[in-house]
């Protein structure tokens, strides 16, 4: 499955994201993460102007979710231009 696809179904369960399920989607979009304050990843990516910053907690807040997918649908719109 491609990552737009993968993004598509990300969209209907925005509720039950695993954590470790997200680092691997934004690692496959080209995102790099590092460790921020206190348990929070943020990730850079080099086509994005500013970091993505997501707390881990089991399952992720949809709020978190939905900025995720934002990020990585930037960077796809970047990459097909």
Do not use: C
């Not at 590092?34 to 990730?43: A, C, E, L, Q």
Request: charge should be positive; glycine fraction near 4%; avoid cysteine.
């Amino acid at each position: 499955m491609n990552l737009k696809q993968e993004l598509a179904q990300l969209k209907k369960r925005r509720r039950s994201v695993p954590p470790g399920d997200m680092h691997a989607l934004l690692s496959e979009a080209g995102f790099d993460r590092r460790y921020g304050r206190g348990d929070h990843w943020v990730y850079t990516h080099p086509s994005r102007q500013f970091p993505l910053t997501i707390d881990p907690r089991n399952p992720l807040l949809p709020a978190y979710v939905s900025k995720a997918i934002r990020a990585m649908e930037e960077v796809l719109d970047d990459e097909d231009r």
